[in-house]
């Protein structure tokens, strides 16, 4: 038996190559699929199925690009309707070399989602592993927000109902094998542990430790934000994307170019760390370091040209794999040589105050007249704040700007300063003035032992 | 939380790199253990503790180097007395970032085996993992002979009562990770799947479903084979072994360096496959095939020098590091470009002939006088051998010899041609003639529809 | 200035990436041209041309998918009617960043050859490098043999006329970049040394050293063999090939798979070592081991499905490349776990009997009917031979099969075992008996110090 | 034949692997050899010899290590006397496989100098390619000042006769591997192509155009720096360093124990971009990002604890691997997470104004008091300046310090940021304020067409 997880950044996917003999099957194969491939060449081994455990909103699905370059068959559950692959049924059976594959419909995040069980035929007939997409994760559990507010509590009853009487049943000793990880927009809670077993869950996940109609009404109130990209995922994930083939190669623009192409109305996403966006940078762009990327999603359209500002060449892979990942196909070129190409020609360059906690604990003392902006998440925001702090979450800050009075300074907080970064160059980007990104973040202020309220 | 498994290949060993924050502990590290610096240094990490479940027989435990490079402490078990590290009492718990590790006692495989269990106080107290060394694989439990026969009994019961009274109560939700996977010479029953809880075992590990009495008879009068290397690693495994440092660097040699060294009284470790040894070959080579290499550990002295022959180039590294791993650091020389060169320069081949198994089958039909010498071990064999055959494990061919007449035809056998290849050159060694290595082995004969015995 | 040759094994072709500041350019691409791509991606560069020295019969150039890739313009000389890209004048520059590349006609080995010579401005005007396509080699030039005997001659004066007129006044102190390497089907006598310098052949080369009347009279009678994969060659290289893509992705088949694809006509071609090969093979299989792999364009069809034997899963990568780059797209799959998987099956299993150099020189002393069987080129021939053997190169085997008298046994001698190996299969795959591959071949005739006549 | 080059970066070392048949040698090893025992093993070669072209001052040379790792000899010329290792006559020859490897005696850089000459007998007897050590570079030669100035005329004169009566007639078809490339403080104008023969270098080296006392006067009056750290290095390369091994592990910090170690007296080493550093810094450190690491040398103690923050974890290697090939074994730790761990914790933050140079050329015009501090070469600095402004090599600024007005406003300014960078931080570890790092520098400050004087 081999058992392959393979991670993709930015939105915290999970997917998994499992197989033996010379036979496997994909779980929830992202886009840019060659991966698996590659590991059935190593293994000598053929893909002859593809699960996708259900319509995903938050990634791309590579499914029919994979099939295509396999031969593989894809299954999925009930709902929505798939223009692609074939709908599986309840309890159907697949043999996998010696393994045998069950497909269960575990509805409730999505009224379509199936959780794939694997037992190892070699020791025994316990189920050794399930995948369980967005129904279960590590500490948390699926939202239930996708069918609007009038289905909320009938998927979220659902969802309690797969766990308790699909998943759980399986055993103590099942291993747990999610879509997503931590750090991904389907889950706020999950944990950054990437091993459990159901189990681990049934003992220690916070909200299972509740009773049904608890459960029911924390998952119907439970709140979470649509990213405006979560739409196109939606629709490319019903209808099949684009294939990525050998993958994205924007050109290498000189600074001149560069200039050109942004006059004309590219935008330009800085992925540089928010000090050095601070300290000189493009009228106009998107600040976004690396590793939050995925909130570009709120904000980046998909039918414009977009530029790319890196720390370094090192970081293109990086990018445009992970931008393709999420339905971006319009990177129109980058920089190269960074910015400083950009600096040695002279050309214009604007700045982002970078403000301390101490800084901003002192002018708050003083009585100066700020307002802090928390643009942390709800959940997070309601954990502890700043007293008199004003929150807006980063990925709603382009609409609800006009909340934002114009005549004060605003310093822009989060958890440490790389989404009051993104969030600054938001309001930069829509002509705001006075705008500081405080360093640290709510972190330093609490590690300072500055007080807070709830 | 970090975790990753690092497979050494050979012994079939498997240690872990288990961190948090930036804290971390490895447990049964390699004896090339330059790789859990690395990951530390790609993590931003730093190894704190050391644990080795027991002393190991089967590989050089890099404990001591792994230490001297990185600061950590190591700690081990109540016996034998090792003369480095410290015992670790038991229920002994480490802070590693904000995992809590506790440290087990769980005599059986040796009186001062332990295991390590591993929460993640993040998440809640419940144990995620545990470390079990050699006291339980999956779908095999440890050996229980190195005591020999006087203590069989006692470790044997302790095993019992380490599995159902130390690690079960631990939850059947705990992921199991062992020392060793499939192709041990710790267990050969372990399951080629990598992936298990200790419920998993509780319900399909065959040993797991006798009771007690009837668990301890079965261990007491389990038979194994102990490899004369064993005496080596024991040692070294409690004085602690000689650096590895950057690897061995043994020379390239011409056809005539090798030839002279081989002349001089080296050993010839020929690792090509049994069909090319067979085709030609240099005479008194022992012929194994890379994926056994282990069983070198049988015939393979120490003090003398080595060398080797390889496919190819890029399998240097391979073969040296796996050597290493079992202690020989005595690989005097390989030869450049392969056998290609020897036999470019006319220089002298031997062969062995080798038969099919339709060919045996109407070699034994018809009358002719024939020893089938199956090589297997005795577990395969009582499973089902040719009527007439005699057994003798592979590994004490060179002790046996004197039990295979020398005036009959020998069909050597194993289980699909790679034991039997380094049998027959064992024989070939010793100047045995009329010796046939059979392709496809016992697999070969079972497929065809031959009778077994049992 | 960033310069990086790419060496692609088996056809020993030579391609070139050549920039400056972030433009580039490329010299004869292969066919699987990501890796161009890739070297743009992680310099920062764009690849703006493509130059194709002439139009290549040995391989498939990958002009075309580049182009598509990256949006650069491609250039060829004036022979043949390219279906692509456009003919550059004689003398045309490009500036690529502080570059200098200058088109230059050196036609010779076929009317249509073109090099290109550049100088690095940022230093001076003189040329630095000049990519000589198959004009010019390190020790050996360009076959003048494509256009047939009525041409040869004028060819070859052209030839002279390019490399004396041409190449010569760019200056001693010019590196020369040749497209192949040695190894390569396009000129026998290139060194292995792949340094060079226009005047270090100037200088060595030993056809150089002749009077142009010589030079036109040697290469006018050269012996040249042309593999029917040429004609393939030909066609794709003037109509562009089909895209490479993400590479050839043939399944892994069990061993009844194979044998039901090889019973249905399907061709086994074999990569093992000939050792291996004689020891045991599939009946019907070419074999071929890697190094000499291209010699498969002999007989390999491109419309009938192959399979493929390896001897490690490691190789499938480097095979199916390799014969994607001489136009192999009909890969049917391959065996998963090498032949050991038929051996276990007990299917049916061929020998072919290896014979050492001593055991030849024995048989022919002792008077015994053998045919020596030389498959060597007519070049290595003449150097030396094994009096009263026949010379067929490896490559005409199957076509002149019938000089092969059936009633005798044959000794098939080659330079070390390879080639020979390959003529035994044809013999065998014809029904031929009696057939013995020579181990060491003529090294080893000649190392022993036996006899050869010229 | 073999050839490899091994560029190492920040010193812009090359070195050379260069064998035949198993034999090779290696010229000028780095500190980190463990690269040239790889290319043997995967060669199947051994290293035979070690030649140092001379007593290097920049970087610390491996031949110590890597003769104890491969048995290799070690030769370099008569001066200074080594204490270890042999010194070869001029003119001394060694066979490498087919090569024919010779020895020049080229003094001029130092009176020890030697060239090493490979001619491929397979081919002839011409040479190939030249090492040549800091005798002849791309574009420059090496420089005469380390003998002091009543040497320096002497050492030119050298120097003129070894170049052009001891490499010049080997041919202008040799092609010539310099011991460095562009970047390195070993000559200011070796241009960035990599690829040059010494034709080419007659032709076109600006320096060898002039006559024998043009170019005597020309090299003994012209300016360099001397390195403090140059004399660690002279000492190492005399006696031998300390041996690499596997490589320096200095253990991850929290910003806890890092601000603790700081607070004892380690020096910050800040390698992230100016504008990181300019938006948030720890007071004291240095800022030095990586492609200029090398000017560490120039202030860095080698026996006070250092400790290192990094962008990226990702840099760590390159990092401390490129601090040990210039004698720096003093790292103490470096911070995990970077900077942002720092940040967190609300730990104290300094800032450093970054100035674009539309500012600072309207503040110069608005008659405002500023030094203009250029930190460039004397060369650069000659070629082009801001009228008014002030030149104190970056490598000079701690020792010349006195020299900066401390009542002005100080804008720092070099190429394009990086050394103005590194010199202000210089300057604000020595309590001074008013410091300003101009952006893109004298590049931006002439791409804007403003004016500068000579």
Known sequence: MIFEKIKSEVVSHLSYFIGSGNEAFVVDPRRDCQIYVDIAKREGMNIRHIFETHRNEDYVIGSLEL????????????????????????????????????AIRTPGHTPGDISIAVADTATGGETVIVCTGDTLFVNDTGRTDFGGPEARREWSENLYDSIFNKLFPLGDH?????????????????????????????????VLQLGREEFV?????????????FGRMEVLNVEGAPNFGVGPNPPALTAEEFKEKWEGGAIVLDTRPPPSFGAGHIKG?????????????????????????????????????????????NVAGYMAGSIVDWYKKG?????????????????????????????????????????????????????????????????????????SGFASSIMLREGRENIHNVLGGMEAWKALGYPTVQ
């Not at 798939?82 to 393994?99: A, I, S």
Request: charged residues 30%; contains cysteine; negative net charge.
């Open 285 to 329: 762009s998107y600040s976004l370091a690396l590793k939050r990327l995925g909130l570009v999603g709120w904000v980046l359209p998909h039918d414009r040209p977009v530029l790319l500002l890196m720390t370094s060449q090192s970081h293109f892979d990086y990018l445009t794999r992970n931008l393709s990942r999420i339905g971006y196909d």
């Open 67 to 102: 099939a295509s370059l396999t031969g593989a068959e894809i299954y999925h559950g009930p709902w929505p309707e798939f223009k692609y692959g074939e709908v599986v049924p309840d309890g159907q059976e697949f043999r996998v070399g010696k393994l045998k594959v069950t």
């Open 174 to 206: 099942v291993v747990l094998c999610p879509a997503h990880g931590s750090g991904s927009v389907c889950g706020g809670k999950i944990a950054d542990r990437e091993m459990s077993t159901l189990g681990l869950e049934r003992l220690m996940n916070p």
């Open 217 to 229: 009404r924390y998952k119907a109130e439970e709140r979470h934000e649509y990213a405006p990209y």
């Open 347 to 419: 050309l214009p360059v604007e700045r982002l105050d970078m403000m301390t906690v101490p800084e901003l604990k002192k002018a708050l003392d003083s009585g100066e007249d700020w307002l802090v902006l928390d643009v942390r998440s709800h959940d997070e925001w309601e954990e502890g704040h700043i007293e008199g702090a004003t929150n807006i979450y980063v990925g709603l800050m382009e609409k609800r700007l006009d909340e934002v009075p114009q005549d004060r300074r605003v310093a822009v907080i989060c958890k440490s300063g790389t989404r």
